[in-house]
């Protein structure tokens, strides 16, 4: 076990090194008739030098023993494996087995990470290298270098920059960052946190809805997990993100033959869940969702295929036998599904969580999820449940009249990152007035739309997602964070440099929209974009749900005009 080697190791942010004639190098200064060795040396009479790093074994033998008395430490830097340190004509690969030599001209070394944790060719971290133990076996000093918030790296990190660095960092004998090192068992530092609601469970791992992506939310600190109830043909209720199977299983082929064109659900064709029997849907393998492939950014490729679906029954069982606090059962598409298929998908959702008695039970909390408020007043009776309004649009404003409609059917919303904070070409320009609108008729907050994935992160955060997630809890104080990947948002809340409050002097803190965007030069800019429209109260309430369809199999006149009389679908 290498971990306890690790004390001595340092993490430099440092470009990647090319190889060739690195201006690095001696030799290259020397071509253009600068003597770097004499700069430094002619320097060092008048400032202090903690380290000098270079890649060339010849330049840093002509320092060595000429910095006088000063404990300049000396560091050989390697590139990468196959460049040739030009003193020796040696690979760097070369040179590194055989590290003793190293020790007579050098106090330590700086290697790129992946000579610590190589990355193999499907980018999922190997086992370390023992260079960490070797090296500190023979008392020189470890620097890892080539780290960036905003380069792809290992698919073990999940995009979040922080899982990278603790990789190199967290022991439990070696404090280096008592914000995020050693905090595994920490309950949630700060007092009334925002709540960790997964978004299809840790689906930033695997794929959405699975039983592995729900396993993962557990472990992962989540408090509260989701399930976007769907409805089969023969009325079994599963959780999926989309009633489209195309995108989240591998209903394409198999399936493609049923596959529809639903305007009432989405404007392409889709293979439908209520179009396929729950055996037919158990019978297909999920697929791990990959919201940002157009940047390039795949999500845990390994894992692709992997979980089962399950059943709200069973993810009931499993949630009630779980140490989560909560969960979250959103519904939708109820009008189109009674109408036009004759599914209650209420009722199958109210008689599950009847079944599995979370209508009297007190030590888990139960919100039922909709965008649809006649959806959500079928609930109204129930006081074991909380009552979630789901806004999908970016909005810019929640006038009065609006809010005091949603609070009519529910206790909370949930409302997009761009609702809350604008932003116009992935800079934050300013706080909307939607969180206070909301606060001030008691509506919880809960925000969804934040990822680990650096592209989707705005500019002012420096790609680092719990910047990002600081920003909303600590900066605005929502109620709850929605997030496909609970780990990173339960990381931050474990640790004691998520309480801004507590004046550490490493406390993460959130970012002020606007500051960042003052730096940039307008002319640079592309266009302002547009701002969003306010909440319309005109648009909260929707019609009744229509009555379920009976007697499917004869599709006759009275049903397809009961249909129509239904008004399914909805229209804002
Ligand atoms: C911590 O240090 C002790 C004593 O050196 C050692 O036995 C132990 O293995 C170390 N723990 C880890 C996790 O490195
Ligand atoms: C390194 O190799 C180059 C070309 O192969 C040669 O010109 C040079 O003299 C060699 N240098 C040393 C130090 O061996
Ligand atoms: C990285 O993830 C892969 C796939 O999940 C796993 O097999 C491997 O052990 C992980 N590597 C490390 C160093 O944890
Ligand atoms: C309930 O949870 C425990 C502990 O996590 C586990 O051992 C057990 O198998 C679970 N039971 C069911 C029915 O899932
Ligand atoms: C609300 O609770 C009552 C009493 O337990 C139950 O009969 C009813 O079905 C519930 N309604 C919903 C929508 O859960
Ligand atoms: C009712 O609950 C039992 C026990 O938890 C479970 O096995 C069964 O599948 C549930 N049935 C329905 C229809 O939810
Ligand atoms: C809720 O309770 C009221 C009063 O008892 C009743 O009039 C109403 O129909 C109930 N609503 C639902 C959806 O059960
Ligand atoms: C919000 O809740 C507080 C405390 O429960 C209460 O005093 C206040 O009147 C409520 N405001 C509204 C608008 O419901």
Redesign the pocket.
């Known amino acids: 076990m290498m971990m306890q080697h690790l004390l001595l190791v340092f993490l430099l942010l440092h470009g990647a090194a090319a190889a060739g004639n690195h201006p690095a190098y001696d030799l290259f200064y020397k071509e253009h008739k600068l003597d770097p060795a004499k700069f430094v040396l002619t320097a060092s009479e008048m400032v202090f030098f903690d380290y000098i790093s270079s890649p060339e074994i010849g330049f840093l033998k002509s320092l060595n023993g000429k910095l006088g008395k000063a404990k300049t430490k000396l560091i050989f830097r390697f590139l990468d494996a196959d460049a040739v340190e030009p003193s020796t004509n040696q690979t760097y690969s070369s040179i590194l087995k055989n590290l003793a030599t190293i020790k007579s001209f050098a106090s330590g070394i700086l290697v790129p990470k992946s000579y610590i ?1 190589p990355v193999n060719k499907d980018e ?5 290298t023992t260079l960490v133990t070797d090296a500190h076996n023979l008392g020189l000093e470890v620097y890892a270098s080539n780290f960036a918030n905003d380069q792809p790296a ?3 990190y999940s995009f979040d920059p922080t899982v990278e660095y603790l ?1 190199f960092i967290d022991n439990p004998n070696f404090s280096v960052d008592a914000c995020l090192a050693h905090n595994k068992d920490n309950a949630a530092a700060k007092k009334n946190r925002p709540l960790i609601i997964t978004r299809n469970g840790a689906s930033g791992v695997f794929a959405g809805c699975t039983d592995l992506a729900y396993q993962q939310a557990v472990k992962d600190g989540a408090d509260i997990i989701d399930c976007s109830v769907q409805m089969s043909k023969d009325g079994v209720a599963f959780c999926l993100d989309s009633a489209d199977l195309m995108s989240d299983t591998t209903a394409m082929d198999s399936f493609m033959s049923r596959s529809a064109l639903v305007p009432e659900i989405q404007k392409n064709n889709g293979i439908f869940s209520f179009d396929l029997t729950w055996s037919e849907i158990e019978s297909l393998k999920p697929v791990l969702a990959n919201p940002l492939s157009s940047a390039n950014l795949l999500r ?1 490729p ?2 692709k295929n992997m979980g089962k679906l399950m059943t709200l029954a069973k993810f009931l069982d499993f949630a009630k036998n779980s140490t989560v606090s909560g969960i979250l059962i959103n519904i939708e598409n109820a009008p189109y599904l009674a109408s036009k298929k004759g599914l209650d998908i209420v009722t199958a959702v109210s008689s599950a969580l009847i079944n599995a008695s979370y209508d009297k039970q007190i030590t888990q909390k139960v919100l039922i999820q909709s965008d649809d408020t006649s959806v959500l007043s079928m609930f109204k009776n129930n006081s074991s449940y909380n009552r979630v309004f789901k806004v999908d649009e970016t909005i810019s404003d929640a006038p009065k009249p609006a809010v005091d409609e949603i609070k009519q059917f529910a206790d909370a919303v949930n409302i997009a990152k761009t609702s809350l904070i604008a932003s116009s070409n992935s800079f934050l320009t300013s706080f909307t007035p939607v969180m206070d609108e909301m606060h001030a008729a008691n509506l919880s907050i809960y925000v969804f739309g934040l990822r680990n994935e650096f592209v989707s992160i705005p500019f002012d955060c420096f790609s680092d997602p719990m910047v990002e997630i600081a920003t909303y809890a600590a900066g605005l104080a929502v109620d709850g964070i929605v997030t496909e990947f609970p780990a990173t948002a339960s990381a931050y809340f474990r640790s004691p440099c998520s309480d801004v409050e507590a004046n550490l002097p490493f406390s993460i803190l959130p970012v002020e929209p606007g500051s960042l965007l003052k730096e940039a030069q307008p002319e640079l800019l592309p266009p302002a974009q547009a701002p969003a429209p306010a909440l319309d109260a005109a648009d909260i309430v929707d019609p009744p749900l229509p009555p379920v369809l009976v007697g499917l199999k004869e599709v006759s006149k009275s049903s397809v005009e009961e249909a129509k009389n239904a008004k399914g679908g909805r229209d804002h």
């Open positions: 944790w999922y971290l190997d086992p370390s290992s698919y073990n990789q845990n390994a894992a």
